[in-house]
Every structure is written in C-alpha cells, then in structure tokens.
T-cell receptor, first 114, second 112 residues
Framework: DSGVTQTPKHLITATGQRVTLRCSPRSGDLSVYWYQQSLDQGLQFLIQYYNGEERAKGNILERFSAQQFPDLHSELNLSSLELGDSALYFC?????????????FGPGTRLLVL | GENVEQHPSTLSVQEGDSAVIKCTYSDSASNYFPWYKQELGKRPQLIIDIRSNVGEKKDQRIAVTLNKTAKHFSLHITETQPEDSAVYFCAAHFTGTYKYIFGTGTRLKVLA
C-alpha cells in the first residue's frame, strides 16, 4: 500500500457525461500528479499540483480540469466524455517538487465510457 | 520538448538469464530517473531510481546505469524469475518544467 488513495475504483458512464475522480496523497506530500493510461499503453502525464497551485501541465484535454484543495486532496474532472476517454487514471504524490522525488502511485480509477 | 524513448517494447528471456531495458531522454537538465514495475491492472511500483550525480546503483538483482553524456539510462535484471514478468517503465524528471515523462514501457516475459 503506497498511502495514496483514489476513489472510486471503477466508474461506468455514458458519452457526454461528466465525472469527478478523487485522490488523497500520502500524509505530508505536497505534490499530486495525474496520469492517464489507456489499454496496453504507457502513462500519459496530465497535470501536476503543488501545495494547491498548478505546477506543470501535460497533454491534458480542455474537457479535463483538476484542482488541489487546501487539505491537499485533488480532484480530476472529466467532462463531455468520449469513448476514447476510457482508461485507467492514476494519481501519484511526492513530498515536494523541483528536485525530482519518488512518486507514489494510487491504485487507480478505471473509467469505462459506453 | 520533453521526451523519453524506451526499448525494447517486448522482451522474452529464459528464467535465470539477464534482461536489459534501455531509455534515452531529451533534456540534459533531467536529474532523476526512476524505474517502475507494473503488473496487469495494478499501480506502477518503484523498483529502483537514480539521480544525475550517480552513474550506477544496485539493489540485489536489479541495477540501473546512467550515462549523462549520452543521455541514456538502463535497467539490468539478473537471474530473472517468472515473477519478474511485468511491464517496466522508465521515467525522467525534467527540472525546467517539473514534469515526469514516462517511456512507453517494456513487456518482460520470463519463461520457466
């Protein structure tokens, strides 16, 4: 167990809908990262937050947004869902940012868009 | 832009043999290079990492080497066992943009 929690574990929804994925980092970690992993694909970096502020942005679609709250948990919002958004979404956390630190991954949320 | 290339995409070895996976990165300012093992449907788990001020690091049967000049790093697994079968990802941390970029993964099969 990495100490990073994600909810829900599974999510099934329809095209056009909106969902929210939640992540709680390890105790004391200030950075949260979101990744998308499609079937048999690599990990695509979406976005990073550090202590409530957006720090880095990857290939995140405009239909997707995220935020990190004062208690450091983070939410990833996916809207106008398409079939191609079906994937595993991982959250990871690390202690701080800038120097390169170990990331600890949560168990992931498996999203299926029908 | 930031990029990490990983080879090979699949690798089959006989139990007891060694396995080597190679990655190259685009930005010489990268300072941290972790390797993750991911079993089917599970989270990536860190198996070893190396920082830019170190050329080699070893942990039991696993070792990582880093060549900063050539901008490549490699994972070496010796005396492979069936439980080593998984997908392995390399990654690089880019200090200028704070991003972690992952390689495309190597599916390792250890044949008993």
């Amino acid at each position: 167990d990495s100490g990073v929690t994600q909810t829900p574990k599974h999510l099934i929804t329809a095209t056009g809908q909106r969902v929210t994925l939640r992540c709680s980092p390890r105790s004391g970690d200030l950075s949260v990262y979101w990744y998308q992993q499609s079937l048999d694909q690599g990990l695509q970096f979406l976005i990073q937050y550090y202590n409530g502020e957006e720090r880095a942005k990857g290939n995140i679609l405009e239909r997707f947004s995220a935020q990190q709250f004062p208690d450091l948990h983070s939410e990833l919002n996916l809207s106008s869902l398409e079939l191609g958004d079906s994937a595993l979404y991982f959250c990871a956390s690390s202690a701080q940012t800038g120097q390169g630190e170990t990331q600890y991954f949560g168990p992931g949320t498996r999203l299926l868009v029908l | 832009g930031e990029n990490v290339e990983q080879h090979p995409s699949t690798l089959s070895v006989q139990e007891g043999d060694s396995a080597v996976i190679k990655c190259t990165y685009s930005d010489s300012a990268s300072n941290y290079f972790p390797w993750y093992k991911q079993e089917l449907g599970k989270r990536p788990q860190l198996i070893i990492d190396i920082r830019s001020n170190v050329g080699e690091k070893k942990d039991q049967r696993i070792a990582v080497t880093l060549n900063k000049t050539a901008k490549h790093f490699s994972l070496h697994i010796t005396e492979t066992q069936p439980e080593d079968s998984a997908v392995y990802f390399c990654a690089a941390h880019f200090t200028g943009t704070y991003k972690y970029i992952f390689g495309t993964g190597t599916r390792l099969k250890v044949l008993a």
